[in-house]
């Protein structure tokens, strides 16, 4: 990187490659709308409307901001794993179609990891730009972690995605990731529009204030990993009924536990105890 008579990209005509999107069956499609229409994005929507009503007070926001992290911190590195399981199983099937296939699934893990603009420069990872979000909210990276301010299905959660994308069958884990990825626009949504509603209270200069880099790089790029997502499950699945109800219960893994930790971070941040408004800009 420090040798700048070195242009990444010149010597390669990309634009000779195109790639059309895989045909998905609506067998397959339906498992999006096994997300949308699940119990839990209904506990999430409540949720929202009640953070949409009031500013947050200090305690309330490191509930939400710790409790979530624990989330932010185990998807990237679940991912990177998965794609890497994709690999290897495919490298004893089909191994030069190995990479290629599990790229759908790295696709999203470059964004997390800071890649997306690869051809000229290194971004933050996701990673830092939540931690330079919740420093604006007072909260180190030790905060983010101390267990005094996260929910316990938070750290449950991260265990499940930790055990999903890493244990379980490939099809199961295809079916947990396309949850996630389909979620994903739809918290972090959530979260956009909570800190936008009383975005002076919050020290914030504008809609799209960098403090929000987060949940503005998610509401760009989520859409697209989940489609990536759906292509791979189509790979796998194919017509077999079978592993459709696989990966369908994948899907439904997810779900539960998304729904079982906002609803008990719903309790957590909106319980008794948790009145006290401060001004964060204050
Ligand atoms: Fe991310
Ligand atoms: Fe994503």
């Not at 990309?14 to 059309?20: E, Q, V």
């Not at 983010?144 to 929910?151: I, S, T």
């Not at 396309?178 to 979620?183: F, K, R």
Request: hydrophobic share 45%; charged share 25%.
């Amino acid at each position: 990187m420090t040798d700048l008579s070195y242009i990444r990209g010149n010597s390669f005509d990309s634009s000779k490659y195109t790639s059309a999107p895989i045909p998905v069956s609506a067998k397959v499609a339906a498992l999006k709308d096994a997300v949308f229409q699940h119990d839990a994005v209904r506990i999430l929507n409540a949720f929202g409307e009640k953070l949409r009503q009031q500013p947050l007070s200090k305690a309330q926001l490191w509930t939400l901001l710790a409790s979530e992290a624990m989330f932010v911190l185990e998807v990237p590195p679940s991912i990177l794993a998965l794609a890497s399981r994709v690999t290897d199983e495919w490298l004893e099937i089909d191994p030069f179609a190995a990479t290629g296939r599990a790229a759908r699934i790295l696709f999203a893990a470059v964004d997390e990891y800071g890649l997306n603009e690869i051809e000229h420069k290194l971004l933050p990872s996701h990673h830092e730009l939540y931690a330079d979000m919740a420093a604006h909210f007072g909260m180190t990276r030790k905060d983010l972690v101390d267990p005094r301010y996260v929910v316990p299905t938070g750290f449950e959660f991260r265990d499940v995605i930790r055990n999903y994308y890493r244990k379980q069958p490939i099809i199961e884990s295809l079916g947990f990731h396309v949850a996630n990825e389909t979620t994903a626009p739809l918290d972090f949504g959530v979260f956009l529009e909570t800190f936008r509603a009383f975005r002076d209270d919050y020290g914030l200069k504008s809609e799209n204030d960098m403090i929000l880099d987060f949940l503005l790089v998610h509401d760009d790029v989520e859409t697209s990993h989940r489609e990536q997502g759906v292509e791979m499950l189509q790979l796998y699945v194919g017509d077999d009924d079978a592993l459709l109800a696989q990966a369908h219960q994948g899907v439904l893994a997810y779900m539960e536990c998304y729904g079982r930790f906002f609803a008990e971070l719903d309790a957590a941040v909106f319980g008794s105890a948790r009145k006290t408004q401060i001004r964060m800009s204050a």
